[in-house]
């Protein structure tokens, strides 16, 4: 069992709808949790990061931690164009500095 | 601006060459990450430094070296006993306390002639 799964998609959907993205992880250890925005040829972009589980709200985008069930979410609300990228979770234990272990990402596309 | 600085953005290496990718970060970041990025695989580690003079293996590092001389610069040298070095490379870093989110920047494109 690989320690992050993530749905690879591609996912399509109109202009305007709610996206869901989600990885599931194995290793117990991990209390911080980041999703990330990676255009075509392009690094990474941090979208949202959190700790321990929980609900964190950030404009259109809500990430969500579900710890007992070693569960993660990005949800996009009124989705656009814009927003059609790949996804990434990435998760690490509580040790400053170690690195982050990453799924394999999630690319979504929205149509106008 | 502050941020990570990645060049170049493309490199193409020949059969038996050692090649360098730069990294320069004007952040005051303690760590440095070098990840590769596969289709299909995601990002995978290939070395980090959490201080100057001082840096770990990850998970790919056989084919690859890095230094670390300062604060500021990562760089990462695929050598010629990296057989499978075609990939997208990209650097991050990070404050040391406080467990801060990695930061990456826009990566380096490396192909084999």
């Known amino acids: ?41 392009k690094g990474p972009e941090l979208l949202m990061y959190t700790y321990s589980s929980g609900n964190k709200e950030d404009g259109r985008f809500t990430a969500q931690v579900d710890k007992s069930s070693k569960y993660i979410s990005l949800f996009i609300r009124d989705s656009q164009p814009s927003d059609s990228a790949t996804y990434l979770c990435a998760m690490s234990v509580s040790q400053a ?16 | 601006d502050g941020g990570i600085t990645q060049s170049p953005k493309y490199l193409f290496r020949k059969e038996g060459q050692n090649v360098t990718l730069s990294c320069e970060q004007n952040l005051n970041h303690d760590a440095m990450y070098w990840y590769r990025q596969d289709p299909g695989q995601g990002l995978r580690l290939i070395y980090y430094s959490q201080i100057v003079n001082d840096f770990q293996k990850g998970d790919i590092a056989e084919g690859y070296s890095v230094s670390r001389e300062k604060k500021e610069s990562f760089p990462l040298t695929v050598t010629s006993a990296q057989k499978n070095p075609t990939a997208f490379y990209l650097c991050a870093s990070t404050l040391q306390g406080g467990n801060q989110p990695q930061h990456f920047g826009d990566g380096t494109r490396l192909s084999i002639l």
Do not use: H
């Open chain 1, 1 to 41: 069992q690989k320690e992050v799964e993530q749905d690879p998609g591609p996912l399509s959907v109109p202009e305007g709808a709610i996206v869901s993205l989600n990885c599931t992880y194995s290793n117990s250890a991990f209390q911080y949790f980041m999703w990330y925005r990676q255009y075509s040829r």
């Open chain 1, 97 to 112: 500095g170690t690195a982050l272990i990453f799924g394999k990402g999630t690319t979504l596309s929205v149509s106008s």
